[in-house]
């Protein structure tokens, strides 16, 4: 299916003035966990969902996926009302805990979840290896998922998500309690996702990742959108100049420069001169990954 | 239509596979299968010094009534205890959110669960039923052996017609009471009252919090499920003649709670007498169309549900 | 419909199907149990007096659908009463089982065996009472009890042939034989009339063993009533297949000796005997 964006073509995700309350019950009190959100998200793009606990993230994805019904107003994935089988059938869904049977094995659970989506036989049995090769879960397949770490549920999670290959992704929290290592080839998926034309909607609390992989991001607070837009419009500030050089410039060079931008009109306190740092996950990466492959020598999936 | 079909057994079979792999069913289970071979135990408390005939009927009679009294009762603990957790615990784990999330629905999802449990009694009852079968066929090898032994104390009494008249009688007669095809009716009652007693644990479980709610809520209904024939003969006999809330309470028994204890005549068949296949297959009918309509009504409240 | 509530419009829902539903449940189960009484299922209905009798615990068990366990776990007690020598409890629970499960043979052919046989000659030999008199009238209660279970048995079960024919042996050995015993041959003849005809009964129910077929005629002849006891053995010899007379099998060759003598005896005109000869 052709999801790319184009003129007429439908919205992956579209939401207007979509509430949600639950009423409290002894209190005659109404929690508002969603008001009144207008979301548009395009075709292909990686979307994140930011905000603290209790924002409305979660409500906004289970509206989204017709798990729960909007109190008002009204929810398409790609022009589909959000609560119909054609909708779901298009849409693939991660959870924040792996919310999995314990008592299946990897092939079973991807089996399972697979006939749900329409998909069976040779072809499903097909789509569960290419799924197991792509999570890199091959040593994990037949055991039981109570005997699984986090980020094998992860893994696990996201095979189940795109069994039926769909065009939307909801992922919340894709990342959360998986190690470094886990977390990057997650966004390499990611971002592989995205070139296949795939649209990714994801919610994290880590957020140099989600800078790393989404195009757009909303920011939600107290069950209201109070930000969105593109990480660049967002991000760049206005104020200031940043200049990055190669090499380390000698003292002499650092003071001469000083007093070329002090001449410029610069007071002394504003002009400072720093050496570029490493992020602590790019020399966790390149560390480990400079290590011989783990997977084959790692006795313990033998 | 066919697609939904696939969907409702493939949420069966993995109901069916969590029930199997869970460890209280299975220890419940082999603890029923136990019990149902030693009802042959209780056969041994039978009245002595009776005749072969009436000493075998009455040993018979036992491992008959227990075996299927245990049947009834392991296959209602397996059956309710299965049905009550399967919401609560979806809900629990969240596991629903990951089925419902794909293109599956509420009904579906509902009837497929409904649909594991009906392939959990079936193995069960089959499993019990096998066990009763190896009790019934060792209590009637002991009833020939023991009328062989009396028989025998007799010198030369196969030469004496009388007596080898008397003896084939009483051995045609354990033969008829242990391999009566009736019991076949019997176990088929038996299982859809369990049906029954599973579909009204699910509807409560549609809307109950908890699991300990819907199993104690189920058997309340189970009880008064037996006492719902005299209720309701007494409300549309005397309904008018009582106080409002008598009334409204009688009447919402025979309204609405399930007549179980038109099932009990399965302890007819038990004790040799014929029931007709027609008056069975009334009470199946009977059975599934109220089956019918507490699937419907647990569909629609779950449907409403705020999950 | 769709502007309304949630709520409302799922009470609606579930309302509008249980309204459909009720009065079609309320004729259809109208008819099971019409169906059932015909049929003459179910033992009496729980009541004060009944629960009083079981207690709590079995009370339970009964409206759990366990009736005919809970008759057999009574029905224990029976054995207990017995071997205590405590025959009016055994009577109580005798009484108990067959309210429980009254289409269960079982309970009516043992109950009155407990109490016709086992008490009537427990209370004969009784060494505490030193009245032949008061013995022999205790021991006739306990026959009378046990022909009341049998009677009521029958009305319960009419198509069982064994408790036709167990009050037949009761006729037959419980009063016929004591009579006999007590040089009443006046009475005995009575009761061996009684008896010859539950017999005949427990002949015409199904599956009746084919040894049962000749006591009517043995009690006829020890009623010593010729005339019946000639009908008696004479449909019985019409009844064997030539085979059967070949093999011998049900006795051809006493049925044709006792037809004999009693043709003799009463003087049966050539032309009609079975053997003229």
Request: hydrophobic content about 45%; glycine content about 8%.
């Given at each position: 299916?052709?999801?790319?964006?184009?003129?007429?073509?439908?919205?992956?995700?579209?939401?207007?003035?979509?509430?949600?309350?639950?009423?409290l019950a002894w209190k005659r009190k109404v929690l508002v966990a969603l008001d009144h959100l207008d979301l548009e998200v395009r075709p292909g793009e990686v979307f994140g969902l930011l905000g603290p606990n209790g924002s409305g993230k979660s409500t906004t994805l289970k509206l989204l996926l017709g798990l729960i019904v909007p109190s008002e107003g009204e929810a398409r994935v790609f022009g589909l009302p959000t609560d119909s089988l054609e909708a779901r059938q298009r849409v693939g869904f991660l959870p924040e805990n792996p919310y999995f049977y314990s008592f299946l094995n990897g092939d079973e659970t991807l089996r399972f979840y697979g006939r749900l989506c329409g998909v069976n036989g040779s072809k499903l049995?097909?789509?569960?290896?290419?799924?197991?090769?792509?999570?890199?879960?091959?040593?994990?397949?037949?055991r039981p998922l109570r005997s699984y770490s986090k980020?094998?549920?992860?893994?696990?999670?996201?095979?189940?998500?795109?069994?039926?290959?769909?065009?939307?992704?909801?992922?919340?929290?894709?990342?959360?309690?998986?190690?470094?290592?886990?977390?990057?080839?997650?966004?390499d998926l990611i971002l592989r996702l995205k070139k296949m034309g795939k649209t990714v909607i994801f919610s994290s609390h880590l957020l140099e990742q989600v800078q790393e992989v989404a195009d757009r991001v909303a920011i939600f607070s107290l069950g209201k959108k109070?930000?969105?837009?593109?990480?660049?419009?967002?991000?760049?500030?206005?104020?200031?100049?940043?200049?990055?050089?190669?090499?380390?410039?000698?003292?002499?060079?650092?003071?001469?420069?000083?007093?070329?931008?002090?001449?410029?009109?610069?007071?002394?306190?504003?002009?400072?001169?720093?050496?570029p740092r490493l992020s602590l996950e790019q020399l966790y990466l390149r560390t480990v990954q400079s290590q011989p492959d783990l997977a084959s020598n790692d006795s313990r999936s033998k | 239509m066919i697609s939904s079909l696939l969907r409702i057994i493939a949420i069966g079979r993995n109901t069916f596979t969590e029930a199997i792999r869970s460890k209280v069913l299975s220890v419940l289970l082999i603890f029923a299968l136990v019990l149902v071979g030693c009802s042959v135990l209780v056969s041994q408390l039978a009245t002595p010094g009776l005749d072969p005939a009436g000493l075998i009927d009455e040993q018979i009679k036992f491992v008959k009534d227990f075996g299927c009294g245990a049947i009834g009762l392991f296959g209602a603990a397996i059956g309710i205890l299965a049905t009550a957790q399967l919401i609560p615990q979806e809900l629990h784990n969240r596991t629903i959110y990951t089925i419902l999330s794909k293109p599956v629905r509420r009904s579906e999802f509902l009837l497929g669960k409904f649909f594991g449990i009906v392939l959990l009694l079936t193995l069960c009852v089959t499993l019990m039923t096998l066990a009763f079968a190896a009790a019934l066929y060792w209590q009637e090898q002991q009833g020939v052996a023991y009328a062989d032994s009396i028989y025998g104390q007799t010198k030369n009494w196969q030469a004496d017609q009388g007596l080898l008249e008397h003896y084939n009688h009483d051995v045609a007669e354990i033969h008829a009471q242990v391999r009566d095809p009736r019991l076949v009716e019997a176990i088929l009652l038996l299982f859809t009252?369990?049906?029954?007693?599973?579909?009204?644990?699910?509807?409560?479980?549609?809307?109950?919090?908890?699991?300990?709610?819907?199993?104690?809520?189920?058997?309340?209904?189970?009880?008064?499920?037996?006492?719902?024939?005299?209720?309701?003969?007494?409300?549309?006999?005397?309904?008018?003649?009582?106080?409002?809330?008598?009334?409204?309470?009688?009447?919402?028994i025979s309204l609405f709670i399930p007549d179980l204890n038109a099932f009990t005549i399965v302890d007819e068949i038990l004790a040799g007498n014929n029931v007709p296949w027609h008056h069975t297959f009334d009470l199946i009918g009977y059975a599934v169309v109220y089956l019918v309509v507490l699937l419907s009504v647990a569909i629609v409240v779950f449907d409403y549900r705020e999950i | 419909m769709t502007g309304l509530p949630r709520t409302f419009r799922l009470a609606m829902i579930v309302t509008g199907i249980l309204l459909v539903w009720a009065p079609v449940k309320i004729v259809w189960e109208q008819r099971i149990a019409r169906e059932q009484d015909l049929l003459r299922y179910h033992g009496v209905a729980m009541t004060r007096h009944l629960r009083d009798e079981l207690g709590q615990g079995l009370t339970i068990g009964v409206l759990s659908g366990m009736r005919s366990v809970v008759a057999d776990l009574v029905w224990l007690d029976v054995t207990n009463a017995w071997m205590n020598q405590e025959w009016f409890k055994m009577g109580g629970y005798i009484n108990l089982c067959t309210a429980l499960q009254p289409r269960s043979?079982?309970?009516?052919?043992?109950?009155?065996?407990?109490?016709?046989?086992?008490?009537?000659?427990?209370?004969a030999e009784d060494p505490t009472q030193p009245y032949e008199l008061r013995r022999l009238k205790a021991s006739r209660f306990w026959i009378d009890k046990g022909l009341d279970i049998y009677t009521r048995g029958i009305e319960n079960n009419p198509e069982s042939w064994r408790l036709w024919a167990d009050t037949g042996l009761l006729y037959y050995?419980?009063?016929?034989?004591?009579?006999?015993?007590?040089?009443?041959?006046?009475?005995?003849a009575e009761h061996f009339h009684d008896a010859a005809h539950y017999y005949e009964q427990a002949v015409l129910r199904p599956n009746c063993p084919t040894y049962l077929e000749r006591?009517?005629?043995?009690?006829?002849?020890?009623?010593?009533?010729?005339?019946?006891?000639?009908?008696?053995?004479?449909?019985?010899?019409?009844?064997?297949?030539?085979?059967?007379?070949?093999?011998?099998?049900?006795?051809?060759?006493?049925i044709e000796s006792r037809i004999r003598a009693l043709e003799q005896k009463l003087s049966i005109p050539k032309e009609k005997r079975v053997f003229p000869n």
């Open positions: 299916m052709d999801s790319s964006a184009s003129v007429g073509s439908p919205l992956a995700v579209q939401t207007s003035g979509l509430t949600k309350r639950y009423p049995e097909k789509r569960i290896e290419e799924l197991i090769d792509l999570v890199g879960l091959q040593n994990g397949r037949e980020g094998m549920l992860q893994r696990i999670g996201l095979a189940q998500a795109l069994i039926h290959d769909p065009d939307l992704l909801f992922l919340d929290e894709p990342t959360a309690g998986v190690d470094p290592l886990g977390s990057s080839q997650i966004r109070v930000l969105e837009g593109s990480l660049d419009s967002l991000l760049t500030e206005d104020r200031g100049t940043q200049v990055h050089l190669p090499a380390q410039l000698s003292p002499d060079l650092q003071q001469r420069l000083r007093q070329v931008l002090a001449g410029a009109g610069f007071a002394e306190r504003d002009i400072s001169f720093t050496r | 009252k369990l049906i029954m007693t599973c579909g009204i644990a699910l509807l409560i479980s549609t809307f109950a919090s908890s699991s300990i709610f819907t199993i104690v809520t189920t058997l309340m209904i189970y009880l008064i499920g037996h006492m719902e024939g005299t209720a309701r003969t007494f409300w549309l006999s005397h309904g008018a003649e009582t106080n409002l809330w008598q009334s409204c309470l009688v009447g919402f | 043979v079982t309970f009516w052919d043992i109950g009155g065996w407990q109490l016709a046989w086992n008490a009537s000659v427990a209370a050995q419980r009063l016929a034989l004591e009579e006999l015993r007590r040089g009443q041959p006046q009475a005995a006591f009517a005629a043995y009690m006829y002849d020890d009623a010593k009533d010729d005339q019946a006891a000639y009908q008696a053995w004479r449909s019985l010899w019409e009844k064997l297949t030539p085979e059967q007379r070949l093999m011998k099998i049900h006795f051809p060759d006493r």
